[in-house]
């Protein structure tokens, strides 16, 4: 598996799938993952990990739920609601019996009822304000699957950066044993008496250098693999390590068009739907605001019944109190706004400035991605130029390290002379490897935000 073979369709089965069944699966791998804490992981591994673990993505999901139930509960405003009520009131001195008689006595009435109302215009409001929430909806999924391709991207740029400080260690280990090896030579010499021994003085000052830059080097990937670790928000970082890919490189590399890459981002880029979504919901709530210039109509209904008790007074039996007393009433209620103190004439014009800040919001996040792009591509052109140069300087390098060994070996060139050479080449591959793995990052930016 290559490095980023899976990342493109990583991200596009996020946008295609349910968020929950996403949970479900990485959580089944991230099972598996604990059982095998100590071999090295791969990059889907990773990933997969992280998109579990991660509380920021964790919080987005519970949004996406709200927003999910806010969507719910705008359509069921479209039933009718239905109330029972209940009453027990008691009265001292003067109060109206059954028969409608006021008496000096002193009552009690039980009052049970039933009501149910329905909107039958609102001048469309409920309408708006389903698409808005819909819109709403549609954002926080966007929202949802924008964080969880930057957390792709971070995971794999920290991934990256593990490879290439092993790729740097395994370079420094390799220029340590070259030394040593050297150094154990010359002390074959030196044991023979071809040699005089403190010309093996200044190997050994090389070594210890070069020592020091191996234990930089490997503290380096330390810390890398920290930064990664605490990313998938794992705890057994001692243990942690990665697979190192062995066809990074075999795959063709292609720098996209920077202009062909914008296009397919304004089409595919969770972002880019996100604002768009807000700017949807923003001229929903306009129309939401100017609903409440219209009149609305709604219609009711309602039965209920009352037991009177009067002290002194004969009181027929509540069973045939409620069945006497029993009413039911259905009507319609027309409310026609007049005058509102401005409120919805105020109201429109705080919608109306809320949804031109939206349109700016998704002129400046068109904006922001192509200034993305072009970041993208130039240090992918600057990357490339480097790598090009840094082979072209490592044959040369090479070239220049064989000679000053033939020279020290012949006698001709001083230790001082060999290991500038050495230095040079050192500093060479650690310059390539950097541009290398700098250079299939870029491109794979271009590929990710396509």
Aim: proline share 2%; aromatic share 8%.
């Amino acid at each position: 598996m290559t490095l980023f073979t899976n990342l493109r369709y990583l991200i596009n089965q996020l946008i295609t799938m349910k968020t929950t069944k996403i949970i479900i699966l990485f959580g089944a791998l991230s099972i598996s993952l604990l059982a095998s804490a100590q071999q090295a992981w791969t990059l889907q591994q990773c990933i997969d990990t992280a998109l579990v673990n991660n509380r920021n993505v964790k919080q987005k999901v519970l949004s996406r739920k709200i927003s999910e139930i806010n969507y719910q509960q705008s359509k069921q405003d479209l039933l009718p609601n239905l109330n029972a009520s209940a009453g027990q009131y008691y009265n001292f001195g003067r109060s109206l019996a059954a028969d409608n008689v006021y008496r000096n006595t002193n009552s009690s009435q039980t009052s049970f009822g039933l009501s149910s109302n329905i909107t039958l215009f609102d001048g469309l409001k409920m309408k708006y304000n389903i698409d808005a929430r819909k819109a709403e909806l549609n954002a926080s999924e966007a929202d949802l699957k924008k964080m969880q391709s930057d957390l792709v991207m971070s995971v794999s740029t920290a991934f990256l950066q593990v490879l290439l400080n092993k790729e740097l260690l395994q370079i420094s280990k390799d220029q340590h044993d070259l030394t040593a090896s050297k150094i154990e030579q010359r002390k074959i010499l030196v044991n023979a008496g071809k040699m005089a021994e403190g010309e093996i003085y200044e190997l050994i000052a090389q070594e210890s250098k070069e020592e020091m830059n191996r234990v930089k080097a490997e503290q380096a990937l330390n810390y890398s693999l920290l930064d990664l670790s605490q990313i998938l928000e794992i705890q057994d970082f001692e243990t942690f390590d990665v697979v190192v890919p062995k066809d990074l490189l075999n795959s063709e590399l292609q720098l996209l068009n920077p202009q062909t890459v914008y296009d397919g981002a304004l089409i595919h880029r969770p972002e880019i739907k996100s604002a768009e979504f807000h700017l949807q919901s923003s001229e929903k709530n306009i129309q939401i605001a100017k609903s409440y210039y219209y009149p609305s109509l709604s219609l009711g209904a309602q039965t209920g019944s009352r037991y009177y008790n009067m002290t002194g007074v004969p009181n027929d039996a509540f069973g045939k109190q409620m069945s006497n007393n029993l009413s039911t009433s259905v009507g319609l209620n027309l409310s026609i706004p007049i005058f509102n103190k401005f409120e919805v004439k105020n109201g429109v014009r705080t919608a109306v400035i809320r949804a031109q800040s939206s349109k700016l919001d998704v002129e400046n996040t068109k904006l922001e991605l192509r200034k993305t792009i072009q970041q993208a591509y130039q240090n992918a052109l600057a990357a490339k130029a480097r790598w090009d140069a840094a082979v072209k300087s490592e044959v040369a390098s090479r070239e220049a390290y064989r000679f000053s060994n033939q020279k020290y070996e012949n006698g001709r060139a001083t230790v001082y002379e060999l290991y500038q050479a050495k230095s040079n080449l050192t500093q060479v591959l650690s310059e390539q490897t950097q541009a290398k793995y700098e250079y299939v990052f870029r491109i794979k930016i271009l590929e990710w935000l396509k």
